[in-house]
């Protein structure tokens, strides 16, 4: 059954000073179903933030259509959480328990049933007992932890997240990789992930979708990953799934390269 569905999506954009139309995304078609973690690949400019901010409800496709549950997306909703690349969105004045709370403090949540929800939120990004701290006082992976659990903590039907390890160290990055799939084996929530990393794609995903090269960008192929539990890296399955991605992101990149010089 399809969860989230995108059917022959495209989207233009309308430059605000010469008037011109930009193509981003092109007949766009995916179907996901409930519980699966989908990363989305592809070369940079080809749409993958575009498909993610439609599906979130901030931008508006320009043809087809996107449904979820059933229902067309006409904007953004609880049920469907953003976590962005980087950690410019907590609130520098409230400590980390507070951030994570705040989405449940405006829903009205009382105050017993708000502190039990945080408590588990941390434990599940491995930040029990950091939450009287500050975000000043946190790491930029722990604060990209807090976005996490700040997410987690509403219970959204469906997690969107736009490179949310981008800005973080290689080790860093590992950590963050290991936990989220931890937390997805635990949680089964719906998930769509972009990301430029094809060994993070295959480490996390159930599905990986790859785009074609920009601009507009649309949908080359799926390759279904196989692999139940946790992932390594010296798997050889990991090694083939990797081998059959990179040779469809060098072909894209390929292209790209050579319509430029075109
Ligand atoms: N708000 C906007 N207004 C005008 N053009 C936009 C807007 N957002 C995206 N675009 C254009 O749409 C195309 C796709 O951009 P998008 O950010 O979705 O690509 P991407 O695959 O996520 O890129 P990257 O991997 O580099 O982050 C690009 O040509 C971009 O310039």
Not at 91 to 115: C, D, I, K, Q
Not at 192 to 220: C, K, N, S, Y
Request: hydrophobic letters at 40%; charged letters at 25%; glycine letters at 10%.
């Amino acid at each position: 059954m399809a969860f989230l569905e995108l059917k022959n999506v495209s989207k233009s954009f309308v430059s605000s000073r010469s008037r011109s139309t930009s193509l981003a995304v092109r007949d766009f078609d995916l179907e996901i179903a409930p519980g699966e973690f989908f990363c989305l690949l592809g070369p940079s400019g080809c749409g993958k933030s575009t498909v993610l901010t439609m599906l979130a409800g901030f931008e508006h496709p320009t043809g087809g259509e996107i449904r979820v549950n059933g229902q067309p997306v006409e904007g953004p909703s609880k049920d469907r959480c953003v976590v962005f690349q980087g950690d410019d969105s907590l609130y520098p004045w409230l400590t980390a328990a507070h951030n994570v709370e705040f989405g449940l403090r405006m829903a009205g949540m009382p105050s017993a049933e708000r502190r039990q929800k945080v408590e588990a939120a941390l434990g599940l990004v491995g930040l029990s007992g950091q939450g009287s701290k500050f975000p000043a006082e946190l790491s930029g992976g722990m604060r990209q932890r807090i976005q996490i659990a700040r997410a987690l903590v509403i219970q959204p039907k469906v997690l969107l997240m736009d490179e949310p390890f981008g800005a973080l160290d290689a080790q860093t990055r590992h950590v963050m990789q290991h936990e989220l799939r931890k937390i997805w084996l635990a949680t089964k929530s719906t998930v769509v992930f972009i990301t430029h990393d094809i060994d993070e794609a295959i480490l996390l995903g159930t599905r990986v979708g790859v785009m074609t090269a920009g601009p507009g960008g649309t949908l080359r192929d799926v390759v279904t990953i196989n692999i139940e539990g946790e992932r390594d890296r010296l798997d050889p399955a990991y090694t083939r799934y990797y081998a059959e991605v990179h040779g469809m992101i060098r072909d894209e990149v390929a292209k790209s390269v050579r319509a430029m010089a075109a």
